[in-house]
């Protein structure tokens, strides 16, 4: 018995010798195959950002005063594969929150998170309850936009003011909630800024637009597509969330040969897909947006990330010093992340409608949508339906390992 | 008045749907590139697919479980290879080094897939033997093992796949009707293939192998003619493990980064289709059930023009032949397999 | 009346351990005329209707998980459950793609009432009627060919084509994938303060409402049990073969276990559509699927009292314990090993018993009420192994 088995075992194995060595045998004179960054554009890393002197800071005055039980929550994914982006802002919302209490021992404002896990099928469930929480005045959440979709009616019903830090699809102001405010740019902004940097900066004449099938993903595609207009027109495909073999994508890709490949969706997809593109060949830019903008991106793809950059309506909250090295404090020494200064900046201003003196949910409203000042990360000045009146997009790409921004591109 | 409602919205068809194409031009366009990749696929299929199909060629039990005993190998050939010190990147070695650590990675991964295969036997299904329990508590706890496995090694490494494991860089060998054939792709083919024929020649030619035969032919008889049948289950059980970690390899080799906690899920139905689809308990069925399954799998993906299409086929196909024909394509035999 | 009861132990035949633990009890329970089980059933329902008002402090899921919409989601996989212990329990058909008539039924929902939808909108009371018929359809055109294979066949069959709703929902472009519907419709109505009762984020009503509907299917499909139908259930899962030589017409009687069991799952499925209102492509999938399997299995499979215990416990327990939560499927998936290997008929495991006229029968025959015997399509001692 052991004969035979061990003689299967040692036929496979030879088996595999030889056809590897087979092979191998064409692989040496083949030059390094993929790499080839001679034609990639080279833009450099930008290492200060300007900050308004008179940004809204959290710590406030210190003479604030409010009632022992007033309460922020914070609603989004804290588990599951959407984890980090929730946790990149829930660690601004702590650093904000930790600092106003700091300084105003008179006002301690409370904090309780509660975990979506980033699914619009959770979601309501939780946010029914943060609702049903009388002491609750403000919400920072939800960072993804199918959740928020599937919350924002029961937001409204409560009355409850929920600022996203991150939440990007264009039509979740176009259903007449007074209640959703979001602290970054829609879709309708980073598609076509991504548009205007592939052209641009990048020189792309012919570019292939890779969609995933979310609410996120299908609606930045046709905000950049609309944008990009003939230079997309004839290289169009589709993933779904999941998948994790891109075979018939990357064939699609290397024939079409674009010099950029600008793929909608999230890094869980969009790494293998670079990594695929990569060990086929393909030389170009692999262009993602903030939900491909991730360390998780590089860490999946491997070297083959040194072709990406990426578009994100995040400022880069690790070149604002003061805000980066107390983050530290909060994160157990991690970076600021995608989003990071978004949620500080959130917290802030729910923070600051306390100190103004709303006790209720109805007075947060009301300060919220009259706000207007500027942040660390931009302006903040709503229009009715919870849009910014100024935004702003950076570039980013990855250097050496690390992401690594490149300046604002629109 | 439903009626009405429901009759008055033709224009569903009517919006020229943009997610279904019978693109038939890029389908003979790729029709080589298709079928060499698919048969490069369906190797894979294949190797899980004998797991399947000795089991229940002895058992007449749905191993469910089976495809979790893959993802163990998979994790196992993942940790092999990442401490040998692959990664997303491809290394720089010679051939041999090469050869030798996937070798090396290979037999770590049969280990550990045949090892968590024969503790499933163990622990799920014997006690269920011993009471003669029905089928359906068979297939039931087999369900259970799939999820409890899937979902420790979910708690274990968390919901994201394991970085990708580069092994070499992919070269275009030759080509064939225009289609260019990887190096990669002639590998697994080659290597999948040779394994297929040595556990094929070792059920039809040796002495075990007679025994496992008449196992599956006639258990009682076979117990009566001083067959232990207790020790062929576990060798069968071994050797579906063996093939699913050696398969486990050939996988990773092909999708770098498909070692995720429910990596083998979907994989596992669909090496299951191929087992039906060839007839399951039968050996060679397997070979042939899975390489054509890969292959149209690829060709559902071109015709329909999204890469979902290729589960959609997969299962169809699953359905189909055991409505029109569930002895396989080959018959059902591995208690009559030709000596 | 000679109601000298003297239940003797040595009468009951002793094949599981629950006979002194619940036996005691469930015998007493059988003993009762049925116009006295009304009465003791009358302020166990008035109890149920009343948990979510009265939100009592141990069985409360909160702060984790709002307590009525977790109410909400137990009434809901009872009702599934009780829909797929037809096909599980009563008929033995092994059903592991029971989620697609789930998802069919939301689908249905979704698409007739959210103003998403490519479809003409109606109101959302009528999709109720209307998921169940195209849930029974799509039990029909599963069902019919697929009956007549063997047991184990089936299963992988049905699971197939629980992934093929799934992908086809992902795929096909009018079903919006991931993207999925919004702003699914709600019964009628308004409260005093002009809110709608029916509101995605009052599980209350909506628990209310799916109590009313579990009891009324509860009776239905009790009945059914106790006419030719359920008899012909319990002859093709104890020997498929013996019933057919018997005369029982076993394809059509599979068929129609399928389908009620069918449209049950699809009536779940509208009203968790409803009362989320919203609807994507990622809640069908395999795993959920065993999830309402291991409901019936746990609580036992052919008792409808056991199915519903066994749902509430596989719905509750990740919503009262949310850091079991991200553990529920391991759970679950060593319960149904343990189950299998220990305690196959379940926590409260069915019983054989005389279907129709049972009480007259044993009053008539032995002078006392039934003695029941234990019998469960997991612990047939025959078969198996071939």
């Known amino acids: 018995m052991l004969r035979s088995?061990?003689?299967?075992?040692?036929?496979?194995?030879?088996?595999?010798?030889?056809?590897?060595?087979?092979?191998?045998?064409?692989?040496?004179?083949?030059?390094?195959?993929?790499?080839?960054?001679?034609?990639?554009?080279?833009?450099?890393?930008?290492?200060?950002?300007?900050?308004?002197?008179?940004?809204?800071?959290?710590?406030?005055?210190?003479?604030?005063?409010?009632?022992?039980?007033?309460?922020?929550?914070?609603?989004?994914?804290?588990?599951?594969?959407?984890?980090?982006?929730?946790?990149?802002?829930?660690?601004?919302?702590?650093?904000?929150?930790?600092?106003?209490?700091?300084?105003?021992?008179n006002c301690q404002v409370q904090l309780k998170k509660f975990d979506t896990e980033g699914t619009p099928d959770r979601a309501p469930g939780i946010v029914t309850q943060v609702a049903s929480e009388k002491d609750t005045i403000g919400v920072i959440g939800l960072p993804f936009s199918g959740e928020s979709k599937a919350t924002g009616a029961i937001f409204q019903q409560a009355g409850l003011t929920h600022l996203s830090p991150s939440a990007t699809n264009p039509d979740l102001t176009k259903n007449g909630w007074t209640t959703f405010f979001r602290a970054l740019a829609n879709d309708n902004v980073q598609g076509p800024a991504a548009a205007k940097f592939m052209t641009g900066k990048l020189g792309a004449t012919k570019v292939c637009v890779i969609q995933d099938d979310s609410d996120y993903g299908t609606g930045l595609a046709k905000a950049t597509n609309d944008a990009l207009g003939p230079v997309a027109a004839d290289c169009q495909d589709k993933v779904t969330t999941g998948q994790k073999d891109f075979a018939a994508v990357v064939s699609k890709v290397v024939a079409a040969q674009p010099q950029v490949v600008f793929y909608a969706g999230y890094y869980a997809e969009g790494a293998p897909l670079d990594q695929q593109l990569s060990t086929r060949g393909f030389q170009g830019v692999f262009l993602g947006p903030d939900g491909v903008k991730d360390p998780e991106f590089v860490k999946l793809a491997g070297d083959a990330s040194s072709n990406a950059f990426f578009t994100c309506p995040c400022t880069p909250g690790e070149l604002v010093p003061q805000f980066a090295d107390a983050y530290k404090g909060v994160s157990g020494g991690s970076a600021p992340g995608t989003y990071s200064l978004e949620g500080y900046d959130s917290a802030t201003i729910l923070l600051k409608a306390i100190d103004s003196g709303a006790k209720d949910r109805a007075a947060v409203q009301n300060y919220v949508k009259s706000y207007d000042a500027p942040g660390f990360s931009k302006q903040f000045k709503w229009d009715p339906s919870g849009e910014l009146a100024t935004t702003k997009v950076f570039g980013y790409k990855v250097e050496n390992g690390q992401i690594v921004p490149v300046g604002e591109i629109g | 008045m439903l009626v009405t409602h429901l009759l008055a919205r033709g224009q569903v068809l009517a919006q020229g749907p943009d997610w279904i194409s019978f693109d038939v031009g890029a389908f003979v366009d790729q029709f080589w590139s298709n079928t060499f990749d698919g048969l490069t696929y369906g190797a894979i299929y294949?190797?899980?697919?004998?797991?399947?199909?000795?089991?229940?060629?002895?058992?007449?039990?749905?191993?469910?479980?089976?495809?979790?005993?893959?993802?163990?190998?998979?994790?196992?050939?993942?940790?092999t290879l990442a401490a040998l010190g692959f990664g997303p990147s491809a290394p720089n070695l010679n051939v041999f080094a090469l050869v030798g650590d996937l070798v090396l990675a290979m037999l770590v991964a049969m280990l550990a897939a045949g090892a968590i295969a024969i503790l499933l036997e163990r622990v799920a299904y014997r006690p269920l033997r011993r009471r003669k329990a029905p089928r359906l508590a068979f297939l039931i706890t087999a369900i259970g093992a799939s999820f409890a496995i899937q979902y420790a090694i979910f708690a274990w490494r968390g919901p994201n796949p394991e970085p990708a494991l580069i092994m070499f860089r992919q070269q275009p060998v030759f080509e064939v009707f225009g289609a260019i054939i990887y190096d990669q792709q002639i590998v697994i083919f080659v290597a999948a293939l040779v394994l297929m024929v040595v556990v094929d020649q070792f059920v039809n030619r040796t002495r075990l192998g007679r025994g496992l035969r008449a196992v599956a032919q006639d258990p009682d008889t076979a117990t009566l003619m001083g067959v232990n049948r207790e020790r062929v289950i576990t060798l069968t059980f071994l050797i579906g493990g063996f093939l699913a970690g050696a398969a486990a390899l050939f996988y990773v080799m092909k999708v770098p980064a498909g070692v995720q906690y429910n990596g083998g899920f979907i994989l596992g139905i669909k090496a299951f289709a191929a087992a039906v689809l060839g007839g399951i308990g039968n050996i060679r069925g397997a070979l042939i059930g899975g390489l054509l399954l890969g292959v149209i799998g690829n060709y559902g993906q071109t015709l329909f023009g999204n890469a979902q299409w290729t589960d959609v086929v997969a299962f169809v196909v699953l359905v189909g032949i055991l409505m029109v024909r569930p002895t396989g394509l080959l018959g059902e035999s591995l208690g009559k397999a030709r000596v | 009346m000679t109601t000298t009861q003297n239940p003797s132990p040595a009468a009951t035949p002793s094949s599981g351990g629950d006979r002194r633990l619940l036996g005691g009890l469930r015998d007493r329970w059988n003993g009762l005329p049925r116009a006295q089980q009304w009465l003791w059933l009358i302020p166990l329902v008035v109890l149920i209707y009343a948990l979510p008002v009265l939100n009592p402090p141990?069985?409360?899921?909160?702060?984790?998980?709002?307590?009525?919409?977790?109410?909400?989601d137990a009434a809901r996989f009872a009702l599934l459950a009780i829909g797929l212990n037809v096909v599980v329990g009563q008929a033995g058909l092994l059903d592991l793609g029971y989620v697609g008539f789930f998802a069919v039924g939301a689908y249905v929902a979704a698409m007739l009432t959210s103003p998403d939808s490519v479809l003409t909108t109606i109101p959302y009371l009528w999709t109720l009627p209307i998921a169940m018929i195209v849930t029974m359809l799509a039990g029909l055109l599963l069902g019919g060919p697929t009956l007549r294979?063997?047991?184990?066949?089936?299963?992988?069959?049905?699971?197939?084509?629980?992934?093929?709703?799934?992908?086809?929902?992902?795929?096909?472009?009018?079903?919006?994938?991931?993207?999925?519907?919004q702003g699914v419709g709600r019964p009628p109505g308004t409260d005093a303060d002009g809110q709608p009762l029916f509101a995605n984020s009052d599980g209350t009503t909506w628990y209310w409402l799916v109590v009313t509907i579990t009891i009324a299917i509860l009776l239905l499909v009790g009945n059914l049990e106790r006419s030719r139908v359920g008899r012909a259930w319990i002859a093709i899962r104890e020997d498929e073969d013996a019933a057919q030589i018997m005369g029982v017409p076993t394809v059509r009687f599979k068929l129609w276990a399928f389908v009620i069991g069918a449209a049950i799952g699809g009536l779940s499925g509208a009203l968790f559509a409803g009362q989320v209102g919203f609807v994507n492509n990622q809640k069908f999938d395999v795993p959920t699927s065993v999830l309402f399997l291991a409901a019936v299995v746990l609580g036992g499979s052919g008792n409808k009292v056991g199915v519903i215990v066994g749902a509430f416990l596989v719905s509750y327990i990740p919503n009262r314990f949310i850091e079991l939560a991200g553990y529920k499927y391991l759970i679950f998936g060593v319960a149904l090993i343990v189950l299998m290997a220990f305690r196959p008929q379940g926590l409260l495991g069915a019983r054989q018993r005389l279907l129709a006229y049972g009480r007259q029968a044993y009053q008539r025959l032995v002078g006392k009420p039934e003695q029941l015997a234990s019998d469960n399509p997991m612990t047939a001692e025959n078969g198996g192994d071939r």
């Open chain 1, 5 to 105: 088995r061990r003689a299967a075992v040692l036929a496979g194995g030879v088996a595999l010798t030889l056809a590897l060595a087979g092979c191998a045998a064409n692989q040496e004179p083949a030059p390094g195959g993929g790499g080839g960054a001679g034609n990639r554009p080279d833009i450099p890393a930008v290492t200060t950002l300007p900050v308004p002197a008179d940004a809204a800071n959290p710590a406030g005055n210190g003479q604030a005063a409010c009632a022992p039980t007033t309460t922020l929550a914070y609603a989004g994914a804290l588990t599951g594969s959407n984890a980090q982006l929730g946790v990149n802002i829930v660690n601004g919302v702590q650093l904000a929150v930790n600092q106003h209490n700091q300084n105003n021992p």
């Open chain 2, 46 to 79: 294949a190797l899980i697919a004998m797991g399947y199909t000795m089991v229940y060629g002895v058992l007449q039990l749905i191993n469910f479980a089976h495809s979790e005993v893959f993802i163990v190998g998979a994790y196992a050939l993942f940790f």
């Open chain 3, 58 to 72: 141990l069985l409360t899921t909160e702060p984790g998980t709002n307590f009525p919409i977790a109410l909400f």
């Open chain 3, 149 to 181: 294979l063997r047991g184990d066949y089936l299963a992988i069959v049905t699971l197939g084509f629980g992934e093929i709703i799934r992908l086809l929902a992902t795929i096909v472009g009018p079903l919006k994938g991931q993207v999925g519907f």
